[in-house]
């Protein structure tokens, strides 16, 4: 049974940092491109950064610079590392998997999806 998890989230102020995790389970995780994907309130889901095979990766213009994601193949998880948080940040975030569609920020070609950590940034 495939199952990601994701953990890490919480209230901060802004400027402060937290750092998610996404423990993967249940199928070979090295042959999967992961991405995180987040959604606010009223909005609709939106990708946030994606890592392909072999480390490459990609950011939402709005969190390069202050977000980095990274993937531990040794322990089936995914990190965001995210600073200097911003109230626009607040959000619940989600992982996410994809077979064959590396580095696509298209959410239907991912095959696997957590339940979610909440972040929410204070001003």
């Known amino acids: 049974q495939v199952q990601l998890v994701e953990s890490g989230g919480g209230s901060v102020q802004a400027g402060g940092s937290l750092r998610l995790s996404c423990a993967a389970s249940?199928?070979?995780?090295?042959?999967?491109?992961m991405g995180w994907f987040r959604q606010a309130p009223g909005k609709e889901r939106e990708g946030v950064a994606l890592?392909?095979?072999?480390?490459?990766?990609v950011y939402k213009d709005s969190v390069k610079g202050r977000f980095t994601i990274s993937k531990d193949n040794a322990k089936n998880t995914l990190y965001l590392q995210m600073n200097s948080l911003k109230p626009e940040d607040t959000a619940m975030y989600y992982c996410?998997?994809?077979?064959?569609?590396?580095?696509?920020?298209?959410?239907?070609?991912?095959?696997?999806w957590g339940q979610g950590t909440q972040v929410t940034v204070s001003s």
């Open positions: 996410a998997a994809t077979r064959y569609w590396c580095l696509s920020w298209h959410e239907d070609r991912y095959n696997y």
């Open positions: 249940g199928y070979t995780y090295s042959n999967y491109c």
């Open positions: 890592i392909g095979s072999y480390g490459s990766t």
